[in-house]
């Protein structure tokens, strides 16, 4: 007897429910939040392609190889558009001014103006255009992938500069410096540069923000560490004068871009006792093949930012970190004896031709050259200099006089003592100068003292005096 095995067929109302599970559902925005996802589309954009600030950190190891001018091309490109909103719209004069040592010139601020209005416009006639679009899922999750990315580029290049500590520095010459000529900037910089130990972990901060952001998963915890720390940049910048307000404030921005979608998430987990669900931001891709491609894919490019950083702060470490070769006469020198022309000069605070002080230092990025001197009243003046071991002499330049030049030959009796003769600007010159101590600076002493009978603070003590 034979059997006839039946497949049991579905029902139509069975197949419907399973074609309706798998057709992907279609969420609603409101038309507020669609709004306010065009403006950041359109504002970010904008940013993106006309700060070359972005760019660079993408580029890695290649930013290197350009030219000086493609630091700039991209001010020039939108120039005229800056240069049409400052004087008919605004009524200020806001010409780019070049070397850019600056990011908020007047230039910078319209520019941001240039920005707000373009994507206020840009937002009105998308919203005409396609006001019946339920959605901009798809367009959300790629722009999400682009922040994230270029975020964290940035916070590679600022955290590295940081984790080799090569952005904040402390030059000989702040330790000789009246303390009341030094600006604000200096300030902040000499504060971080002077524990280096400090600027590490501040370094650390922002690549570890950096690491969680390239990865989806961790994306949140990124952002919102990146906001935090950015933050305190921005309070740093705005109360120390660092010409770097308008671009932090835009990372910051950034960073809560990637962290709006879970507002509400995160508003309930700080401030309410509710549990909090779990995320329902949408995968790059659906498909388990391609979702696993594309993070391998973002993996790897944060890996070419990090190489990229990594191997760039590496070599300037190298060149002109503290493990770099220290030049000839490197250190502080106290100038004991000069002659003018065959005129001796007396230390009077008076004289504007008369060196205090000779600073040699290995170069640091903020400072044209590593040769300075110290007038009488206590003002620095900078040289680039090249030194020749085998004639045993240094040339001296001035970049605000271009015109000036100076030659000395340098002799040493003994490792503390140093005779220099030859000419600066014409005239003919011979010192003598005696090698100061870096240790009986307090400042220089910065390692970690886990037993403090009190602070170090001699020149707090009381002085008495008749």
């Not at 065009?38 to 760019?55: H, K, N, P, S």
């Not at 240069?83 to 007047?106: I, K, M, R």
């Amino acid at each position: 007897m034979t059997r006839i095995l039946h497949t049991a067929e579905p029902s139509s109302s069975q197949e419907n429910s399973e074609a309706q599970a798998a057709r992907p559902v279609v969420t609603s925005w409101n038309a507020a939040t669609r709004m306010a996802f065009r403006f950041c589309l359109v504002y970010a954009g904008l940013f993106f392609l006309t700060e070359m600030r972005v760019l660079f950190p993408l580029l890695g190891v290649f930013g290197k190889e350009l030219p000086p001018s493609a630091y700039v091309w991209q001010y020039h490109v939108v120039s005229p558009v800056v240069g049409w909103f400052a004087d008919n719209v605004l009524g200020v004069d806001a010409p780019l001014l070049e070397p850019v040592q600056s990011g908020d010139q007047a230039f910078f601020w319209v520019l941001a103006f240039t920005w707000f209005v373009f994507a206020s416009v840009a937002t009105v006639v998308w919203s005409l255009l396609d006001r019946h679009r339920p959605n901009y899922t798809a367009l959300y999750k790629w722009l999400h992938l682009v922040v994230r990315l270029c975020l964290a580029s940035q916070l590679f290049a600022f955290g590295f500069a940081k984790l080799f500590p090569l952005q904040m520095s402390l030059p000989l010459t702040r330790l000789v410096e009246p303390f009341g000529d030094f600006s604000m900037l200096n300030v902040l910089w000499s504060q971080v540069g002077s524990s280096p130990a400090y600027e590490i972990l501040l370094g650390c901060a922002e690549v570890t923000a950096g690491l969680l952001l390239v990865v989806p998963r961790t994306a949140m915890l990124g952002a919102l560490l990146a906001s935090v720390e950015l933050t305190q940049v921005l309070v740093l910048n705005f109360t120390y004068q660092v010409p770097l307000k308008i671009f932090t404030f835009h990372l910051i921005l950034l960073s809560l871009l990637v962290l709006a979608p879970q507002a509400k998430r995160l508003a309930a987990f700080f401030v309410s006792d509710r549990a909090v669900a779990a995320s329902k931001h949408p995968p790059l891709f659906r498909a388990r093949r391609a979702a696993r491609i594309a993070l391998a894919a973002q993996i790897l490019v944060g890996a070419w930012f990090v190489g990229s950083q990594v191997h760039g702060s590496w070599n300037l470490w190298d060149t002109i970190g503290s493990s770099g070769a220290k030049p000839p006469l490197y250190g502080i020198w106290n100038v004991t004896d000069f002659s003018l022309d065959g005129s001796d000069r007396p230390p009077l605070a008076t004289d504007r031709e008369r060196w205090n002080r000779l600073i040699v230092d290995t170069t640091h990025t903020y400072q044209p050259g590593p040769v300075s001197s110290q007038r009488m009243d206590g003002s620095i003046v900078d040289y680039m200099a090249t030194f020749d071991g085998q004639s045993r002499t240094v040339t001296l330049m001035r970049a605000d006089d271009p015109k000036w030049s100076g030659r000395l030959s340098f002799d040493q009796a003994t490792a503390d003592t140093l005779t220099l003769t030859g000419q600066l600007g014409g005239k003919q010159v011979r010192m003598r100068l005696e090698k100061v101590d870096l240790s009986s600076f307090p400042i220089t002493r910065n390692s970690v003292e886990w037993v403090q009978d009190g602070p170090q603070q001699p020149r707090l003590a009381l002085r008495w005096g008749l």
